[in-house]
């Protein structure tokens, strides 16, 4: 690629930044018809399947936002992540839709299809070539796409908050590729827009959160072979961030959460906490390497790596190198590392490029290993284990995609796209549909939707057969229990049990004209209600003294 950097009082600062033939980027009308092939792919083989329910954290959101409110739910930091911005699409959710948690479901769909059109118009922009890749493209976005692994991120409503952050990012990285078409510095409210979409990105999700605060360094890397005057704004407005935004999630981390404590617990925060300290250093570097090839190897396998002949994602995970499956992802790790080693050496054209993604994708499980590694030792957990959970690859696996794509775009840019490219995408298409969505669907299956439903459907028979058989205007006391589908967050005072269910179930306090209430005299029960005396919560939980009066039912 020719840069020409004159301008007209010599001073080089602008010019033309690109010798790439006029409208050889993306086009709507162009592309059109490639990319609505690729989402009808992806929307087969993500499609929500029709039994899809909350499950784990998601139990625990809704009552917070029911009884705690919007204001806290949106501000307070959750297992040190920042979600002011994911949280808010949650939180309209639950306003629309309630507990019919199928039409929830329709939001992660839509914003993964909304990520994987704007991974191919990135990749198309990015292209190297005279004549874009557009088959190349296709075939990567789509095979990114309809990845199984996404079901641990898409098929759980509290984890698809990273779709959200990646979607900020692809936004951010698509107008930062488009100043290649400018020849002039850009305005400022392009600058502000920057700001804003990482600002919404670092919101969502940790890991965008990280890549987002190293924007700067990423755009220097990544708008390399741009005239400076057109990069210079990029990495002086963006590099800004590598200070406002840690500040600011500090400032939210610390602020918010003496008012209202974190719900994952001390006891997790302190265990994340000392994976920070120096010496804990050696397991965190290990733990990125882990994470980094995992990725590596799903984005190139796919359904190979989501399932060991009995559906779950990551159960082939269960030993260490030089086992089988450990050697499998060190040598497709290593392969595609010294790929892109030399591509970027011997391509110039490509070096900026290949640098940005590695550095992005470095930065998005550089948090993960830091605040983890330390945690999962003390629950002595495999270490390839816990590098394979699914919803830590949502963002890292479609960075990996961009490094496949710059490698395979600098090694064909001068070779025919007229044959080769149709043929690799009906290849790819066929192993979509063929491999990659009965994967997804294997994956689905091990999520434990029909449990969670299962019990809530049970709980609510058995509790309006109590009360039925009560006379109307009586007070039901229901013995309160654990609500084993809300996952970890089964202490008291974070997540009530059946008394929290039934917040998010029933608008009031009585069922058929019967009062509802739940007999609790555990200390985290009590607690809450001391904290929180004037909330609905408060006036569900009840003790066993006050209770007397009444008849005691179990419906635990």
């Known amino acids: 690629m020719s840069v020409s950097a004159t301008r007209s009082d010599g001073s080089g600062d602008v010019g033309e930044s690109d010798s790439r033939p006029a409208g ?149 990285f698509g107008r930062l590729s488009r100043l290649r078409e400018l020849s002039s510095p850009p305005p400022m409210r392009e600058q502000l827009a920057w700001c804003a979409l990482a600002l919404c990105a670092a919101a969502s999700f940790g890991t965008a959160l990280a890549v987002a605060a190293v924007a700067g360094p990423i755009a220097m890397l990544l708008l390399w072979d741009v005239v400076p005057g057109v990069r210079r704004p990029a990495i002086r407005t963006l590099g800004a961030l590598l200070l406002v935004i840690p500040v600011l999630y500090f400032v939210q981390l610390l602020a918010f959460s003496h008012v209202w404590p974190d719900p994952i617990g001390a006891e997790v925060l302190e265990a994340h906490g000392q994976s920070l300290q120096l010496g804990q250093l050696p397991r965190s570097l290990a733990m990125l390497f882990k994470l980094v090839a995992y990725a590596v190897t799903a984005t190139l396998l796919g359904g190979a790596v989501a399932m060991n002949g009995k559906g779950v994602l990551y159960g082939p995970w269960t030993g260490t190198p030089p086992d089988a499956v450990g050697s499998v992802v060190l040598v497709a790790a290593a392969l595609v590392s010294v790929v892109a080693i030399i591509t970027a050496w011997r391509i110039s054209g490509s070096r900026g490029r290949i640098a940005a993604v590695i550095l992005s994708i470095i930065a998005c499980y550089a948090p993960i290993s830091l605040a983890r590694a330390y945690f999962y030792e003390i629950m002595t957990l495999n270490p390839w284990l816990s590098a394979g959970v699914p919803r830590y690859h949502y963002l890292g696996t479609l960075l990996v995609a961009w490094l496949l794509f710059a490698i395979f775009d600098a090694l064909w840019r001068n070779r025919s796209q007229r044959i080769v490219g149709p043929t690799v995408l009906a290849v790819i298409v066929v192993l979509a549909l063929g491999f990659q969505a009965p994967a997804s669907d294997a994956v689905r299956s091990t999520l434990g ?107 635990r």
């Open 449 to 555: 939707f029909k449990n969670a439903r299962a019990r809530v459907e049970a709980f609510r028979g058995k509790l309006e057969r109590l009360a039925l058989e009560r006379p109307a205007g009586a007070i039901v006391a229901v013995e309160n229990g654990v609500f084993p589908s809300a996952g970890w967050k089964v202490d008291r005072y974070t997540y009530p049990g059946m008394a929290a269910l039934f917040m998010v179930m029933y608008p009031t306090d009585e069922i058929e004209g019967r009062r509802i209430v739940f007999v609790d005299d555990s200390d985290g029960a009590r607690a809450l209600v001391r904290a929180r005396p004037d909330s609905r919560i408060a006036r569900l939980l009840v003790t066993r003294q006050e209770a007397d009066a009444w008849t005691l039912d179990d419906a």
């Open 24 to 172: 050889t980027g993306f086009s709507l009308r162009r592309d059109g018809l490639l990319l609505a092939v690729v989402l009808a792919c992806v929307a087969f083989a993500q499609w929500p399947p029709g039994g899809s329910y909350f499950r784990g954290d998601d139990f625990a959101h809704l009552y917070e936002i029911e009884n705690h409110g919007w204001l806290e739910f949106l501000l307070r930091p959750q297992g040190a992540h920042s979600l002011i911005v994911s949280y808010s699409l949650l939180a309209m959710c639950w306003e629309l839709f309630g507990m019919r948690a199928e039409a929830w479901y329709a939001l992660p769909l839509a914003i993964h299809l909304t990520n994987t059109a704007l991974l191919y118009r990135l990749l198309v922009r990015e292209s190297t070539a005279s004549s874009p890749s557009r088959f190349l493209a296709a075939g990567i976005a789509l095979w990114w796409g309809v990845c199984p692994i996404h079901q641990g991120t898409l098929g759980w409503l509290s984890a698809s908050c990273q779709a959200t952050g990646t979607m900020w990012l692809l936004l951010l």
